[in-house]
């Protein structure tokens, strides 16, 4: 079980294609943002505690908690599956709750099972679920009835109690039944009941659903199905076990966090409140589930983003938000690069050509009408991110990117002229972008060309739009500005000094790897973990006290952010060289397997290890371009044993790709310091 | 991108369909040389034709009946348009978006041609996208971003159209300062100021272009200056 570093505990029990996810707490409550089922323990065993969630050891998202007093305790596992009768857009979800006593002797245990359309905060109330206010349940037989229609069923040992605030119609606080679970056991021993939940009311006999929300079934499937979406992604081995389960829990987050819409998939923000699609979180998460391995998922959001193109080129998801043209163009690449897929390069060229002609229209439109910053993307008022109204440098950085992208795309789709066009055209963006800079003269790089803003795009510069290389001295001023401001964390803060961001400060990091300042991107991580809930998902936002208000975790942009960042410290093919190893974590070495790893260069197995106290050797099969391993902090490399293999400056080795791997010797460092 | 014509009526065919004869001709029996074999016509007795003539009637129909028929006209004008007109600026005053893109969409089926009833839908659909529907609760009109570019790309296509088929300066200009609001929303200026400057070149009385296109000119050149 992983520490709970959020005031509530909260965890996400969803599927791809479903179109709501179930909530699990705060407390020992689950919910479809309809109705809710709360257990209390009523034996009179005194002070109880409720344990915060957790998924199981391999990161199944099956759910886990406790509740107990001096008498009893009781486990819940809750697990969430397809079930043929509701369809695909829904679920089953079925909780098995567990009682033994632990006191002395034998006594009564009891346990009420409440229903309610009221849950308690944080919560959020689903898009297509209706107000609470004036909804009626009721019992029929062991099913509850929602205005009606099927919300949930209780075992067949619960006892129903009448609803006897049905007969006041409405009450204020949502509708409220109770059943009552009641077991007398001797110390040691047991009881279980069950209970389920479809993610929609349903008309289906409540017979028919209590058969399909078996919890043998229910858990059985859900385990199943995980563990085949886990099994067909990149596998990530450390000897951190934290980072391990967080790149688990982080694809977990990413897969779930799909629907279906227009016989595609499109990736969303959250499974609660931002069940929406935005080409700036979307972006990020074809970035990881390319990275992931899920290369199938990768694609078809990118291709979902096509439906964001207006005939201009241009394409947006929300209004005023002009690096979704950028983005979009990104992350088609990204979703044709890991591994090179040519026919789908092909295919998405199109968009992306005409995503670039929008940029290059606005470019010639800022220089024709001689505004005070031409050559540039015109004003944005995002209303969200930089919360101002100016010519922002992310979205200059993104279309930057863009450009880069579309010729990526066409040199993969054979298009070599196009590609050649693209180049030439990313060049001149970047000479305008440079000379921007230089005319502002700021001490990093500002939030927009006028000056004033929130960091965001622009903490995007160095990577991943890299429209400026990782040794510019801006890059470095500005992480140290924005983790200084952050205050003694290795995350950056958003608005007030209280709110620490959870996947903003990830670009830095990535920077810092590039920029061979392993140490902040090893901060950052660890930081953010430490932010994290018990099962290892992000809110966006978090107040230092660990609050974060209704933006409820596992937010998947974050979890973007920590597979590309855990992915790019063992294997970066972020420039032309496949570097190994960024992460610079001498521990690493101990062990580390990359498995089925997607790249520019093809998909590969890395491994790093430790063959001997003074020798390190990276595999990581054949490439075709050159390779260069990190020596990890702390250590300094006195020899390269790989023929053609050569020590740089005792920080890096250097090799060809097609020997394989790359091994050499090392001596440790007086201080850590080389 | 443009839906100009899409919404033209069939064109009527080029007259009945060309006479065949019932009967061909035997084909002419080969002179001098004998061939292998001279195929006659086939006769069949008249039981045979009927039955095949019989044969063929129910193949007809089976075909028409599978057929689809045409879509049956449900905007037909059983309200008086005055009165769908009427309906459709109560929604609105309402704020009932759904129930004025429905009066708006059973108007434009009236008239396709019509130019204001184009502006009308267009705008009905922009206003889908952009307010709430009633569902006893606030909540936005469209389920995601997806859904609410799509309807904002229809109606974007439709004032295009709508341009394109103006027959006067008037709706002309109204479908091009609906296509700039819409796109002055959207957070483009560099597209709202085009179709700005468009309206004002072409027509010199409408002070709303002007002032929209000094109001964005001002805010490209300093973004930061206030609303």
């Avoid at chain 1, 929300?318 to 043209?325: C, E, F, I, M, N």
Wanted: proline letters at 7%; glycine letters at 10%.
């Amino acid at each position: 079980m992983f520490r709970e570093s959020y005031v509530h505990s909260i965890a996400a029990l969803g599927y791809p294609g479903a179109r709501r996810a179930f909530q699990v707490g705060p407390g020992a409550v689950v919910s479809n943002g309809e109705v809710a089922l709360a257990w209390d323990l009523g034996s009179g065993g005194g002070a109880v505690t409720v344990s915060p969630v957790y998924f199981e050891r391999d990161g199944v998202p099956v759910a886990h908690w406790t509740v107990a007093d001096s008498l009893h305790l009781v486990t819940f596992e809750a697990a969430a599956a397809p079930a043929r009768a509701l369809g695909d857009t829904a679920l089953m979800l079925s909780v098995r709750v567990e009682v033994t006593r632990r006191a002395p002797g034998s006594g009564p245990c009891e346990i009420l099972a409440r229903l309610s359309t009221r849950q308690p905060d944080p919560h959020h109330l689903p898009w297509d679920a209706p107000a609470p206010a004036g909804r009626r349940l009721a019992w029929s037989g062991r099913a509850v009835l929602l205005d009606g229609l099927v919300a949930a069923g209780v075992d067949g040992a619960a006892a129903p109690e009448p609803g006897a605030q049905e007969a006041s119609g409405a009450p204020p606080h949502g509708a409220l039944l109770t059943a009552r679970c009641v077991a007398r056991l001797a110390t040691g021993e047991r009881r279980a009941w069950t209970f389920w939940m479809p993610l929609y009311r349903s008309g289906l006999p409540p017979q028919s659903l209590a058969g399909a929300a078996a919890h043998a079934r229910v858990a059985g499937d859900s385990r199943r199905l995980w563990r085949g979406w886990l099994g067909r992604a990149t596998r990530l081995e450390t000897p951190d076990t934290l980072a391990n389960a967080a790149w688990r829990a982080a694809l977990v987050t990413l897969i779930q966090c799909h629907e279906r819409d227009g016989g595609r998939w499109v990736p969303i923000g959250n499974p609660f409140q931002y069940r929406d699609v935005w080409l700036r979180d979307g972006a990020r998460v074809v970035r990881a589930l390319a990275v992931g391995g899920l290369a199938e998922l990768a694609l078809d959001d990118a291709r979902t983003f096509t439906r964001f193109q207006l005939p201009s080129g241009a394409l947006l998801s929300q209004r005023g938000q002009l690096d979704g043209t950028g983005q979009a163009l990104w992350a088609m690449d990204q979703a044709t690069a890991l591994p090179p897929a040519p026919d789908a390069a092909r295919e998405l060229l199109r968009f992306a050509v005409s995503g670039r002609h929008w940029i290059e229209a606005q470019r010639t439109a800022t220089r024709e009408l001689k505004l005070p910053w031409a050559g540039l993307l015109p004003f944005g008022d995002p209303r969200d991110a930089e919360l101002v109204r100016a010519q922002l440098v992310g979205n200059d950085a993104w279309a930057i990117a863009g450009e880069a992208a579309v010729a990526s795309l066409a040199a993969r789709a054979g298009e070599q002229a196009l590609a050649r066009e693209a180049l030439a055209a990313h060049a001149d963006y970047r000479a305008a972008f440079l000379a921007a800079l230089a005319r502002i003269r700021h001490a990093d790089i500002p939030p927009s060309w006028q000056g004033p803003g929130r960091d965001w795009g622009n903490a995007a510069v160095g990577y991943p739009t890299r429209a400026l290389p990782a040794d510019d001295p801006r890059l470095a001023a500005l992480a140290r500005r924005m983790t200084a401001e952050a205050g003694g964390t290795g995350l950056v803060r958003y608005g007030p000094r209280d709110s620490l961001h959870t996947y903003l400060g990830a670009d830095l990091a990535q920077w810092a790897l590039l920029a061979g300042r392993p140490e902040i991107a090893r901060r950052w991580l660890g930081d953010l973990l430490s932010h994290s809930s018990s099962t290892l998902g992000q809110a966006e936002i978090v107040h230092r006290d660990g609050g974060f208000g209704a933006n409820m975790p596992p937010h998947s942009t974050a979890a973007a952010v920590i597979v590309d960042v855990l992915r790019n410290m063992v294997a970066s093919d972020t420039r032309d060289t496949l570097e190994l190893a960024l992460g610079g974590a001498a521990e690493w070495w101990n062990g580390t397997r990359l498995l089925g790893a997607p790249t520019r260069f093809g998909t590969l197995d890395v491994t790093l290890e430790r063959p001997a106290d003074d020798v390190l050797r990276a595999r990581f099969g054949t490439v075709r371009v050159p390779v260069r391993v990190r020596v990890p902090d702390g250590m300094r490399a006195t020899a390269a044993l790989t023929e053609g293999a050569r020590v740089v400056d005792g920080v890096w080795v250097e090799g060809a790709g097609e020997r394989g791997e790359i091994a050499f010797r090392v001596v440790p460092v007086a201080g850590g310091r080389r | 991108m443009t839906a100009r014509g899409s919404d033209r009526g069939r064109r009527a065919g080029r007259g009945g369909a060309q006479r065949r004869p019932t009967h061909a001709a035997p084909p002419p029996a080969a002179q001098g040389i004998p061939g292998p074999s001279v195929r006659r016509p086939m006769r069949f007795p008249p039981w045979a034709v009927l039955l095949a003539a019989v044969a063929l009637a129910l193949i007809a129909w089976a075909i028409l009946r599978l057929k689809p028929s045409p879509p049956r006209d449900v905007y037909a004008p059983v309200v008086p348009l005055a009165a769908m007109a009427d309906s459709q600026r109560a929604a609105l005053a309402a704020q009932d978006w759904r129930g004025a893109l429905d009066w708006a969409a059973r108007l434009r089926a009236t008239q396709p041609g019509n130019v204001s009833l184009m502006i009308g839908l267009a705008t009905a659909w922009h206003n889908v996208a952009w307010g709430g529907l009633g569902f006893g609760r606030a909540r936005s009109a469209c389920r995601n971003s997806l859904e609410r570019f799509g309807l904002e790309q229809r109606s974007l296509a439709l004032l295009d159209s709508a341009a394109a088929l103006a027959g006067t300066r008037e709706d002309w200009a109204r479908a091009m300062m609906w296509q700039a609001k819409t796109y002055e929303l959207e957070g483009f200026p560099i597209e709202a100021l085009a179709h700005y400057l468009t309206v004002a070149a072409r027509d010199s009385a409408s002070v709303e272009a002007r002032q929209r296109v000094r109001y964005i000119a001002a805010r490209l050149r300093d973004p930061l200056l206030p609303n």
